[in-house]
């Protein structure tokens, strides 16, 4: 890993389209990334490809576990059908870290209809797992996979940010703020909802208005 | 009544801040608007108020079930916990039109904190007890009530439009551009959970960061 002062971020599915791009950007920045996988090959290969892009060797790979025992700040980014088996796999390397949970809980084939699990965020149902000794932060639900993976596309798109830690939201927000997203603190965990189902409303968008990436940008502050 | 080609519109509750801008914005485009409340007397006087404002005479007062009745599209902007007994008021005046449901589940004191009903959108409730003869269309929840009583203020937010008609639906993003308004067809109702609920979070990001109105835009289209 390169000497650097940098936290280490893992993450989980970052071989999938958005956490790639994640990873790539902070990469790109020189945070220390580990890609994690159900498959350490596939996450070796993905990291490879990574520092090749790059130029660099900031990324590696490792199985889901093994990434988020490694790193100071873990990233979820795996499909709503898998959320819940994710976090149980890691549960026990995210004692006093903070876990960036991505998911967007689309229920196929009507991925364009906001369908809430149970009425609320997903990530409520994830805090509840992990209890109060993880800090669970959602983000970046909306911010589209296509931009992220260009390192010389303007992601137009804000970032909303909720966590019951004040704390560790402003450490997401700063996070954000480094790969170049605009990104605000939008309160607790149950305010997640509207960053989760915004994501369906945007993919209706993209299709109504035949656009590949819509966004959003908060006005007035 | 001005001799007028433009649709009557109703706003029920009208008399508050939200409703009555909408009505004023409507009525300056030369719309004959009904100012509806529980009470004829306040609706009369909050419309003469109005007329004096534009210096025309394109407002008049009526309670709510009058107003409903006189008028080709309804609106309905009261406080979340009289949405309901409101809408069964003045049911018997809605078939075969539309009505535009500005309601936000606020629930006091935490405003700031999103709350669902029965964990969906409130305006889903609405329509299944309308039944299918009445068209509800979602929308306008998250424009500042401020910016829209002030006609030289330009309004920064874009409005997300959910109905499960899309042809009301584009009825009323026409409605909102006649006053300025960027307005986009988000889907159907269901999708309105994220309009109702960013609401909560913009009055979060208001006390946050100190500002009287954010809003938000839809990028990339």
Redesign the interface.
Known sequence: MPDNALPTIAVLGGTGKEGNGLALRWAHKGHPVIIGSRSAERAQEAADAMNATLGTGNARGATNPDAAAAAEIVVLSVPFAGQQAAVAEVAGHLQGKILIDVTVPLVPPKV?????P???SAVEAVQTMLGDGVRVVSAFQNI?AHHLAHLDQEM??DV?VCANDPAAADTVVELAREIGLRA?????L??S??AE??T??LI??NR??K???????????
């Open positions: 364009s209809v906001v369908q809430l149970n009425g609320g589209s137009d798109c909303l605000w603190n939008a309160g607790p149950a305010n909802v509207v189902g915004l369906s409303i209706a968008l109504r208005y656009v590949p990436g819509s966004g959003i940008r908060i006005t007035g502050i």
